[in-house]
């Protein structure tokens, strides 16, 4: 976690000393979150986001406010029982319109420190939200070490392509098998994907050895794929996660050589351990090429970052030279099956076999650059994720009881500078938050009869966010409670502000333009 820029918190005090401050103590000044809050001022922007244009707000975002309409006449009249909605799915990208101009300032305000409330909330540093649940991608076979397996639908068809191919081959070497032949087939293509399997799960348990949390292990069309879900810490242990996959491979290559040595030649049991050998060698040179999203890309990726320093530069290497390897796998594997460098004569290298090959490079081509890109992209991505910080994004928020008047509520704001609406119990406990799109569905004529309570959505545990929170683990959990907002708070439970999913996007999106490093 990026620690740079933090502030210097307002802790150090006993118990005794905390609780007998004034509710309204001011936190430390952040330069960085100074910058971002006056920027754009909760009362001075419009719906547009942009501080200087007078656009006005989508009607959509207008009728999609507190209740999903304009707030009703009977309710003004008795705003604190306002019923409460569940917030949009979406971020809102439209803060607030201009409330009633010409509010007096406090000369002697600090527009720099904003009032909060001390809580006895617990920050959410300590513990890990449980996660959104996940498309399962296929069908779950089951979770070998805690880690759950799917069989993705193409695999299906990749079965019944082996199925038929091996067939073929399995008429010529037995042809007593006859239609039997169909099911000794199958039988194989469940036992060489059995094999990936065990390839994959040896990339599993490396990375559980070095802490790294696997989501899922999925067998799909050409293969099988491990979803870690975070970057090795180092060049060393890179190497041993990409390398362990292709050498349980070479093992199994190994144990059904030694199959074939304690069984007849010619027969079933002879044929099958001779299929899932070559077959295992393959699918360990096949992977030990040097060239991302292959293992061997990983190693080389390995290599270049201990040499540089640096693992952009090894992620930069290893995809161009993943590029260059579809390449030659498009252009190269028709042309060897052509000169019969493959085994088959020159002569017999035509018609439909011609074909099948240059559609079976096409694809493995396709798959290779596609995964040189999608590293390149994911690189970048993690190498700008440590930008994204809760305490620089978090917005100044100023508390105010239910029954405030939205005027009056957003009058404060202005005064301190604020951009967000918290709303508290007597006791100064924070109990939800106002949210912008509320603000943009009220006019400003109706705003002195509208209470915030009828504009906010109740706070969650999930919507309670240590201001220590960046990176991937900042997203994470973003994405296990989806909200508008969040609370933003100190270890010491104090009120740091309000994070708004808007803002983290436009971050994001930020950092991913600038060029990497």
Do not use: C
């Amino acid at each position: 976690m990026d620690e740079s820029g933090r502030p210097h918190p307002g802790s150090g005090t006993t118990d005794d000393e905390q609780a007998a401050r004034p509710r309204t103590t001011p936190p430390p000044p952040d330069p960085e979150r100074e910058a971002q809050d006056d920027a754009v001022p909760l009362t001075k922007a419009n719906a547009s986001g942009d501080p200087e244009s007078g656009a006005q707000p989508d009607p959509e975002d207008t009728e999609n406010s507190a209740s999903g309409a304009q707030p009703d006449p009977e309710d003004t009249e008795n705003p604190a029982s306002g019923d409460q909605t569940d917030p949009p799915a979406d971020p809102p990208t439209d803060p607030p319109t201009d409330p009633p101009s010409g509010t007096p300032q406090d000369p002697h305000h600090d527009p720099h420190h904003t009032p909060v409330t001390p809580t006895r909330t617990p920050a959410t540093s300590g513990r890990r939200p449980a996660k959104a649940p996940e498309s399962r991608g296929g069908l779950l076979m089951g979770r070998p070490f805690g880690v759950p397996v799917y069989v993705a639908p193409s695999w299906f068809l990749v079965a019944a392509l082996i199925t038929w191919v091996f067939g073929g081959q399995l008429d010529r070497v037995l042809p007593e098998l006859g239609a039997l032949r169909y099911l000794v087939s199958l039988f194989f293509a469940v036992a060489f994907y059995a094999s990936v399997l065990v390839h994959e799960l040896a990339h599993t348990v490396a990375a559980l050895r070095f802490k790294l949390p696997v989501r899922r292990i999925q067998l799909q069309f050409f293969g099988g794929v491990s979803e870690i879900e975070k970057e090795s810490e180092t060049p060393g242990r890179e190497f041993v996660l990409a390398f362990v996959g292709p050498l349980l491979s070479l093992v199994l290559a190994g144990v059904f050589y030694l199959g074939m040595l304690v069984v007849e030649p010619g027969t079933v049991p002879g044929v099958l351990l001779a299929g899932l050998m070559v077959s295992n060698l393959l699918v360990a040179a096949f992977n030990l090429l040097p060239g991302l999203p292959l293992d061997g890309g990983r190693m080389l990726r390995a290599v270049v970052w201990k040499i540089t320093g640096k693992p952009m530069s090894g992620t930069v290497a290893a995809a161009w030279v993943g590029r260059a390897l579809a390449l030659a796998v498009l252009i190269g594997l028709p042309l060897l099956t052509q000169t019969g460098a493959l085994g088959n004569r020159a002569t017999d290298a035509a018609g439909m076999d011609t074909v099948t090959d240059a559609l079976l490079a096409a694809i493995l081509a396709a798959i290779i650059w596609t995964g040189a890109g999608n590293s390149l992209r994911m690189a970048r991505l993690r190498e700008h994720l440590p930008e994204l910080r809760a305490r620089t994004l978090t917005r100044r928020a100023v508390p105010v009881e239910s029954a405030t008047p939205l005027s009056e509520a957003l009058r404060r704001a202005n005064d301190a500078g604020a951009r967000a609406l918290v709303i508290v119990d007597a006791d100064g406990e924070p109990r939800s938050l106002v949210r912008e799109t509320a603000i943009v569905g009220v006019p400003e004529h109706r705003r002195p009869w509208v209470a915030v309570s009828g504009l906010a959505q109740d706070l969650t545990d999930g919507m309670r966010v240590s201001a220590e929170l960046a990176g991937e683990e900042l997203l994470d959990t973003l994405r296990a409670t989806p909200a508008t907002e969040y609370l933003v708070v100190e270890d010491s439970g104090a009120i740091y502000g309000v994070l708004s999913a808007a803002d983290v996007e436009r971050a994001f999106v930020k950092a991913m333009a600038r060029p990497s490093a």
